[in-house]
Protein backbone atom coordinates (compact mmCIF):
# COMPACT_ATOMS: atom_id res chain seq x y z
CA UNK A 1 0.00 0.00 0.00
CA UNK A 2 1.36 3.55 -0.97
CA UNK A 3 0.13 7.13 -0.59
CA UNK A 4 0.52 8.98 -2.97
CA UNK A 5 -1.20 12.72 -3.13
CA UNK A 6 -4.50 12.49 -0.88
CA UNK A 7 -5.21 8.35 -1.53
CA UNK A 8 -3.88 5.13 -1.54
CA UNK A 9 -2.64 3.06 -4.45
CA UNK A 10 -1.66 -0.40 -4.29
CA UNK A 11 0.91 -2.63 -5.99
CA UNK A 12 1.55 -6.20 -7.39
CA UNK A 13 -0.68 -9.28 -7.31
CA UNK A 14 -4.29 -8.52 -5.75
CA UNK A 15 -4.23 -11.54 -2.99
CA UNK A 16 -6.97 -11.37 -0.23
CA UNK A 17 -4.75 -9.61 2.14
CA UNK A 18 -4.22 -6.42 -0.13
CA UNK A 19 -8.08 -6.88 -1.26
CA UNK A 20 -8.42 -6.47 2.81
CA UNK A 21 -5.97 -3.54 3.00
CA UNK A 22 -7.39 -2.11 -0.28
CA UNK A 23 -10.51 -2.26 1.16
CA UNK A 24 -9.92 -0.63 4.63
CA UNK A 25 -7.55 2.01 3.03
CA UNK A 26 -10.76 2.89 0.68
CA UNK A 27 -12.71 3.18 4.08
CA UNK A 28 -10.42 5.52 5.96
CA UNK A 29 -10.15 7.27 2.22
CA UNK A 30 -13.92 7.94 2.77
CA UNK A 31 -13.80 9.66 6.18
CA UNK A 32 -10.79 11.73 5.62
CA UNK A 33 -12.62 13.24 2.47
CA UNK A 34 -15.75 14.39 5.01
CA UNK A 35 -13.18 16.61 6.45
CA UNK A 36 -10.99 20.39 5.08
CA UNK A 37 -7.90 19.51 5.73
CA UNK A 38 -7.29 21.20 8.79
CA UNK A 39 -6.06 20.63 12.52
CA UNK A 40 -9.72 21.34 14.26
CA UNK A 41 -11.11 18.55 12.44
CA UNK A 42 -8.27 15.93 13.52
CA UNK A 43 -10.57 14.46 16.60
CA UNK A 44 -13.31 14.34 14.80
CA UNK A 45 -11.74 12.28 12.10
CA UNK A 46 -10.38 10.00 14.93
CA UNK A 47 -13.93 9.51 16.20
CA UNK A 48 -15.24 8.61 12.52
CA UNK A 49 -12.39 6.27 12.68
CA UNK A 50 -12.86 4.38 15.91
CA UNK A 51 -16.14 4.69 14.42
CA UNK A 52 -15.39 2.67 11.68
CA UNK A 53 -12.90 0.20 12.58
CA UNK A 54 -13.45 -0.25 16.17
CA UNK A 55 -9.96 1.11 17.14
CA UNK A 56 -7.45 3.84 15.66
CA UNK A 57 -4.49 1.44 14.11
CA UNK A 58 -0.70 2.17 13.09
CA UNK A 59 -2.03 2.33 9.56
CA UNK A 60 -5.04 5.00 10.02
CA UNK A 61 -2.56 7.10 12.03
CA UNK A 62 -0.16 7.22 8.94
CA UNK A 63 -3.02 8.14 6.70
CA UNK A 64 -4.58 10.85 9.10
CA UNK A 65 -0.82 12.15 9.32
CA UNK A 66 -0.48 12.46 5.54
CA UNK A 67 -4.12 14.06 5.16
CA UNK A 68 -3.35 16.70 7.92
CA UNK A 69 0.33 17.00 7.21
CA UNK A 70 0.91 16.57 10.74
CA UNK A 71 3.23 13.89 12.42
CA UNK A 72 2.09 10.83 13.70
CA UNK A 73 3.17 11.78 17.24
CA UNK A 74 1.22 14.76 17.66
CA UNK A 75 -1.69 12.64 16.30
CA UNK A 76 -1.26 9.92 19.07
CA UNK A 77 -0.48 13.06 21.52
CA UNK A 78 -4.08 14.23 20.97
CA UNK A 79 -5.32 10.76 20.73
CA UNK A 80 -4.12 9.08 23.84
CA UNK A 81 -5.09 12.41 25.84
CA UNK A 82 -8.99 11.31 25.66
CA UNK A 83 -9.65 8.09 27.27
CA UNK A 84 -12.40 7.08 24.38
CA UNK A 85 -9.79 5.98 21.80
CA UNK A 86 -8.23 2.94 22.00
CA UNK A 87 -5.68 1.47 19.72
CA UNK A 88 -6.02 -2.28 19.82
CA UNK A 89 -8.64 -3.59 18.11
CA UNK A 90 -11.33 -4.47 20.03
CA UNK A 91 -13.09 -8.08 20.65
CA UNK A 92 -16.28 -8.54 18.99
CA UNK A 93 -18.03 -9.01 22.13
CA UNK A 94 -17.03 -6.25 25.07
CA UNK A 95 -17.65 -7.20 28.33
CA UNK A 96 -17.61 -4.76 30.98
CA UNK A 97 -17.86 -5.28 34.95
CA UNK A 98 -19.12 -2.10 36.96
CA UNK A 99 -16.35 -1.81 40.03
CA UNK A 100 -18.70 1.34 41.66
CA UNK A 101 -19.05 0.74 45.38
CA UNK A 102 -22.97 -0.35 45.20
CA UNK A 103 -21.58 -3.45 42.67
CA UNK A 104 -18.45 -4.05 44.86
CA UNK A 105 -20.35 -4.82 48.06
CA UNK A 106 -22.37 -6.63 46.18
CA UNK A 107 -20.02 -8.93 44.80
CA UNK A 108 -18.42 -7.58 41.44
CA UNK A 109 -15.46 -9.52 41.97
CA UNK A 110 -16.80 -12.12 41.80
CA UNK A 111 -18.56 -11.56 38.73
CA UNK A 112 -15.11 -10.24 37.46
CA UNK A 113 -12.91 -13.11 38.63
CA UNK A 114 -15.60 -15.33 36.90
CA UNK A 115 -15.17 -13.25 33.73
CA UNK A 116 -11.42 -13.68 33.92
CA UNK A 117 -11.82 -17.25 34.72
CA UNK A 118 -13.88 -18.09 31.24
CA UNK A 119 -12.25 -15.75 28.75
CA UNK A 120 -8.57 -16.00 29.99
CA UNK A 121 -8.43 -12.38 29.92
CA UNK A 122 -7.60 -9.57 32.40
CA UNK A 123 -9.18 -6.40 32.69
CA UNK A 124 -7.90 -4.44 29.64
CA UNK A 125 -7.22 -7.09 27.47
CA UNK A 126 -8.94 -9.04 24.26
CA UNK A 127 -8.88 -12.77 23.89
CA UNK A 128 -6.18 -13.77 21.24
CA UNK A 129 -9.19 -15.08 18.97
CA UNK A 130 -10.87 -11.58 19.32
CA UNK A 131 -13.78 -12.89 20.72
CA UNK A 132 -14.26 -10.94 23.81
CA UNK A 133 -12.82 -7.45 25.69
CA UNK A 134 -13.10 -7.25 29.07
CA UNK A 135 -13.19 -4.23 31.05
CA UNK A 136 -13.33 -2.51 34.31
CA UNK A 137 -15.69 0.75 34.45
CA UNK A 138 -15.66 2.34 37.65
CA UNK A 139 -19.69 2.97 37.75
CA UNK A 140 -22.67 2.73 35.37
CA UNK A 141 -24.79 4.42 37.32
CA UNK A 142 -27.02 1.96 37.98
CA UNK A 143 -26.97 0.66 41.40
CA UNK A 144 -30.18 -0.31 42.40
CA UNK A 145 -29.25 -3.50 40.25
CA UNK A 146 -25.50 -3.96 41.91
CA UNK A 147 -23.98 -5.95 40.38
CA UNK A 148 -24.02 -4.63 37.03
CA UNK A 149 -22.35 -6.56 33.94
CA UNK A 150 -22.45 -4.54 30.48
CA UNK A 151 -22.25 -6.87 27.15
CA UNK A 152 -22.15 -5.15 23.94
CA UNK A 153 -24.03 -2.62 25.31
CA UNK A 154 -27.18 -4.75 27.02
CA UNK A 155 -26.95 -4.28 30.43
CA UNK A 156 -27.95 -7.20 33.11
CA UNK A 157 -28.16 -6.58 36.62
CA UNK A 158 -28.15 -8.44 39.96
CA UNK A 159 -25.19 -10.64 38.01
CA UNK A 160 -23.89 -13.65 39.78
CA UNK A 161 -20.97 -15.82 38.66
CA UNK A 162 -23.50 -18.78 37.38
CA UNK A 163 -25.69 -15.63 35.15
CA UNK A 164 -22.18 -14.41 33.76
CA UNK A 165 -21.26 -17.88 32.78
CA UNK A 166 -24.52 -18.37 30.98
CA UNK A 167 -24.54 -15.33 29.25
CA UNK A 168 -21.04 -15.54 27.83
CA UNK A 169 -21.70 -19.67 26.96
CA UNK A 170 -25.05 -17.74 24.98
CA UNK A 171 -23.02 -15.06 22.72
CA UNK A 172 -22.33 -16.71 19.33
Avoid at 30 to 54: A, C, M, S, T, W
Wanted: glycine letters at 8%; one cysteine or more.
Amino acid sequence: MVFKGNSYHFKGANTKMQRTEKKIAYELQEILNNYEIERDNLIPVLHGVQEKFGYISEESVAGISRHFNISESEIYGVATFYTQFRFTRPGDHTIRVCRGTACHVRGSQRIMNEVCKLTGIKPGETTSDYRFSLEQVACFGSCALAPIAVVNEAVYGRMTPPKIKQLLEEIE
